[in-house]
């Protein structure tokens, strides 16, 4: 095999929940495996390879991201959220208690993602509408609960 | 009804029973904050990352396969061929008789592709991308063969054999014919004769795709196969006569599952993979399907034909017979099938009265990804089917459809009902759900509602469907497919053991993906211990080690309310009573009769001083057993396998119980067209269930929901499409559209509850009601064309393009005939 002339090792360091990594990572890493892979925060799931499913969405200097449409390297200097910064201790945040209390999860594999975008609605808009929480939510994709009871769940928090 | 809500925190001193409440689930404390384990989480130092090279033909032979290139890729640890799959393993043990018996199934393609995406070679590589990267490199040189992918005419003259063993296309057929035809149609008023109905191909993409990370232990031979396989007693019977191995050596590990829904049952060929790949690299192997891998071929639900049906039917709507031929689309392989040629018949006459029925029944293979399970699983179909003649016999004698529904249920005085084909439906009463649900879209109001409609310029229409949840499987059922078999009956496993600290520790040998069962599952060990659900401990998942498994082990099937939750509390009895003679021996020789369970120990029913907690009567057992008699047979650790009262059926006759509970739901969908365009909106739900006995109102709503959200995906957007040459059009989320938050429509929900006489805690196993709302919606449609050129909905899917051609050209719709008898 050549070799290719191309550096394909980037050094970055991005803060995320609070810590701060540097890490060496191949400049096409995208976010999401770097936040599961090098770091081991497996809290953000995959869930298609389209950037539709919104299972591995964070929150990077205070804007919602898809993880998978970002690479590591973009976020060099970046603080990143995810759903294991979300409880203090073990407090629940009040959408995670919500959840729970309107049964807004089955399985689980969405839940990281839609804590994260119901998260970055509640921070931008405290009192949603229904309607309002609908198009925050339209980009998470959730099999198991038809998202009703998700509904529920976030105004509740916002109430 | 249609609110869900938190009963207050329990105290256990209440008397009340844990079950029937909604208590918070035991899952959510680790879910929430992203600390499940899923697959894709477990990793292994020095493990390697598999990628599939798969093909891009629908058909074609493999002339030469040169992985040489790859494995000179620095970061590539080695590969694996369907050369070599072919001289390690046998074929996967098929089903069927022949001739789908004659199928070779390996786990990667040998000699030929049956299908785009199928698995020809394995590639390891230190990362994902490395691994990608590699299988670029492999060269295959292929000699493509025209395809097939229109089941109608899949044994049609000259078309290719897709496998050559079985001598054709044709995997599976069989005839089922119960009561009288002949006088069922001279006893006939009418007959509808409906020339073709197509339930199509989709599945309920879980959001988490396949995976394992798999180890050798070269030294005891064994694997540990840490997977989300959902149904690991099938993967093993499976895997272990395909490796030659005995079941011992593959331990099955899962915890946490994001989703599975039936279509992670059938994952065995890729297990098989990595196990030989772990071995022959002699390191842990790591595989996640990426989601088009998934779309491509992992588990299709079965897409079928009804063709040349003939309903007799009475002036006043009495439905007395039908006959169908039922043709059904497997796929490339048969890798669960052609068991779909049976499951349906555990729900023969849906919720009517037909006492007539012939089915002849054919399943081929088509250059399609194979199909098993999906939610629903083959009962959708015909339920679906069912549902369609009601609907359509309503339509073409001008009856109401609510009043032939009416007319021809089966009664809940005629509880327990035995079918035409000896299936006995345990409980329900299918008109006071129709009611609930029409009571719940107000459809007293729908002509008022149909003429604002039709002042705003929409076509309004009303649809009913419903499921009968069958669950509990007999497994003797597949001996209809295939005499040979043996297998029968069902069953399932849970251990209840007291610790030294007095720790309550529960293991299922379910795999869930979501049902609850850590939080189920306490409260009916914290009903029979007289505990708090807090003491009770459920472990997550599935282990092969903690023998808390049998052969029909997992999580499918609507069955875990019976056969997990009967397990669990018939090992929690066991458990009680051990504590009990324990209890007896240290106050002394107090018999069983005088002591009772209460606060986390036993006291004496006279003497409540008299009191032992759960955390001495295990540290008695465990650590602290001297002096204690030797005839006492107690270790505090019970375990209790599960088993449903089945006979075998009659393979003659095709007779027998299927299943055990029929749980059932009736949906009923108000839509409004815009018939410039066909797109329609869903404006008024309605879900009613009856599930027996509920353990958890909130988590039963919960599958409701799920259940319903699927079946209006799959009604109106997600389809996998081929093209004639055998591509998917619907590869990813891109093209394949499952619902998102603002397609939701408003839903209400209802229940009755009707205890199942025949298990133990009244439950029936429940969660695949959706069929039901495909229905409803096919129905709505028909309903809101009726005036408006009347063509018949012939398809399980109506995405808006094809309303709009049946509104523009009726003829577009399912062809119908109405004869005199």
New interface residues.
């Given amino acids: 095999m050549a070799t290719s002339a191309v550096p394909t090792e980037r050094a970055i360091s991005v803060t995320v929940n609070g810590t701060t990594y540097d890490r060496e990572v191949e400049a096409r890493k995208l976010l999401i495996h770097f936040l599961r892979d090098d770091l081991d925060l497996t809290g953000s799931h995959i869930g298609c390879d389209t950037g539709n499913c919104g299972a591995c969405s964070v929150i990077v200097d205070g804007t919602l991201v898809k993880s998978c449409m970002l690479l590591a390297v973009q976020a060099d200097g970046a603080r990143v959220e995810t759903v294991e910064g979300l409880a203090a201790g073990d407090e629940l945040s009040k959408l995670q208690q919500a959840f729970t209390a309107h049964h807004a999860l089955q399985c689980g594999y969405c839940t990281p993602g839609m804590l994260m975008s119901a998260t970055a609605l509640l921070r931008a808009n405290p009192s949603p509408s229904d309607d309002e929480i609908r198009k925050a939510l339209q980009g998470n994709i959730c099999r198991c609960t038809g998202y009703w009871n998700i509904f529920e769940a976030v105004k509740a928090a916002a109430e | 009804m249609t609110s869900?809500t938190?009963a207050p925190e329990k105290t256990e001193q209440q008397q009340e029973e844990w079950k029937g409440q909604n208590v918070?689930?035991k899952?959510?404390?680790?879910?929430?904050?992203?600390?499940?384990?899923?697959v894709?989480?477990v990793?292994r130092h020095g493990m390697g990352y598999i990628h599939f090279v798969r093909s891009p033909y629908a058909h074609a032979h493999i002339t030469s396969i040169d992985v040489s290139k790859a494995e000179?890729?620095?970061a590539v640890y080695g590969t694996l061929t369907g050369e070599e799959v072919a001289a390690l393993t046998d074929p996967f043990f098929q089903i069927s008789s022949v001739p789908g018996a004659n199928v070779k199934d390996y786990a990667l393609a040998v000699g030929k592709v049956r299908f785009v995406g199928e698995p020809i070679v394995a590639v390891v590589a230190e990362?994902?991308?490395a691994a990608r990267d590699a299988s670029e490199l492999v060269e295959i040189e292929y000699e493509p063969l025209d395809a097939i992918t229109d089941a109608r005419h899949a044994r049609d003259e000259g078309v290719p054999t897709i496998h050559e063993d079985a001598g054709g296309n044709l995997m599976w057929e069989g005839v089922y014919e119960w009561g009288d035809l002949d006088a069922a149609f001279a006893e006939a008023d009418k007959v509808v004769k409906i020339d073709e109905l197509h339930f199509h191909r989709f599945n309920?993409?879980?959001?988490?795709?396949d995976g394992a990370l798999v180890e050798y232990n070269r030294g005891v031979g064994q694997w540990t196969i840490h997977t989300n396989n959902q149904f690991p007693g099938f993967a093993a019977i499976m895997m272990g006569p395909a490796m030659r191995v005995g079941l011992d050596k593959l331990r099955f590990v899962t915890q946490?599952?994001?989703?599975?829904?039936g279509n992670k049952i059938t994952s065995h060929p890729q297990l098989v993979a990595c196990c030989l790949l772990a071995r022959k690299l002699n390191r842990p192997v790591q595989w996640?399907e990426?989601?088009?891998d998934f779309h491509l071929s992992m588990s299709h639900g079965n897409e079928r034909w009804f063709l040349e049906t003939e309903v007799a039917v009475k002036n006043d709507g009495t439905l007395l017979g039908f006959r169908t031929k039922a043709l059904d689309d497997a796929g490339a392989y048969l890798r669960y099938e052609p068991l779909g040629g049976v499951i349906w018949a555990q729900v023969t006459p849906g919720m009517y009265k037909w006492q007539h029925v012939r089915v002849d029944f054919t399943q081929v293979a088509t250059n399609k990804a194979p199909v098993s399970p999906n939610r629903g699983y083959s009962r959708m179909q015909h339920l679906w089917f069912t549902e369609r003649m009601i609907d359509i016999v309503a339509h073409e004698l001008g009856l109401d459809p609510v009043e032939v529904r009416k007319r021809n249920f089966i009664k809940a005085e005629d509880m327990p009902y035995t079918t035409p084909n000896g299936c006995v439906y345990d409980s329900g009463d299918y008109a006071k759900m129709l009611d609930i649900a029409l009571e719940l879209v107000e459809y007293e109001r729908l002509a008022g509602r149909r003429a604002e409609a039709a002042a705003a310029g929409k076509l309004l229409g009303v649809g009913i469907g419903s499921t009968l949840d069958s669950g509990t499987n007999n497994f003797g059922q597949s001996r209809l497919i295939n005499p040979e078999l043996q297998f029968s009956g069902n069953n399932e496993v849970a251990t209840v053991k007291l610790d030294i600290f007095g720790e309550i520790v529960v293991t299922l040998g379910t795999t869930p993906?979501?049902?609850?069962h850590e939080t189920t599952a306490s409260q009916v060990v914290a009903d029979i211990l007289k505990c708090s659900i807090e003491d009770v401990h459920v472990r997550s998942g599935h282990d092969s080690y903690w023998n808390s498994h049998a052969g029909f082990s997992g999580t499918y099937a609507s069955q875990f309310a019976v056969t997990g939750l009967g397990a669990v509390k018939g090992a929690t009895e066991m458990l009680r009573d051990e504590i009990l003679k324990l209890a007896g021996v240290v106050f002394g020789g107090v018999p069983a009769e005088a002591l009772e369970l209460a606060g986390g120990g036993v006291r004496m029913k006279e003497n409540h001083e008299a009191f032992l907690p759960f955390m001495a009567c295990g540290a008695i057992i465990n650590a602290n057993n001297a002096g204690l008699p030797e005839d006492l047979d107690v270790t505090l650790n019970c375990r209790y396998v599960y088993r449903p009262p089945f006979e075998v059926p009659d393979v003659e006759r095709k007779y027998g119980n299927l299943t055990l509970t029929y749980a059932a739901q009736i949906h009923v969908a108000v839509i409004e067209i815009d018939p410039e365009t066909g797109s329609y909106d869903i404006v008024d739900y309605a879900a009613v269930d009856d599930c027996g006995k509920r353990i958890n109102p909130?988590?039963v709503?919960?599958q409701v929901?799920?259940a319903?959200?699927?079946a209006l995906g799959a009604a109106v957007h997600e389809s996998f499409v081929y093209d004639e040459d055998g591509n998917l059009l619907t590869p990813?989320?891109?093209d394949y559209h499952?619902?998102?938050?603002?397609d939701?429509p408003p839903?209400k929900t209802g229940y009755i509850e009707s205890p199942s006489p025949f298990t133990s805690l009244g439950t029936k196993g429940m969660g695949e009601g959706g069929g039901a709302g495909i229905h409803a919606v096919c129905a709505a449609v028909q309903d809101a064309l009726r005036e408006h050129g009347g063509a018949i909905v012939w398809d399980s899917s109506n995405p808006y393009h094809r309303v709009w051609e049946m509104l523009n050209d009726p003829s577009k719709g399912a062809h119908v005939q109405v004869s005199e008898a």
């Fill in positions: 869900t938190i918070p689930r899952e959510d404390w680790r879910l929430v904050q992203g600390q499940g384990v899923f894709d989480d990793k000179e890729h620095p990362t994902r991308e309920s993409t879980p959001l988490e795709c946490d599952i994001g989703g599975g829904f996640t990426w989601r088009t993906q979501g049902q609850s909130q988590i709503e919960g929901m799920g319903t959200a699927q990813n989320f891109y499952v619902p998102h938050a603002l939701m839903l």
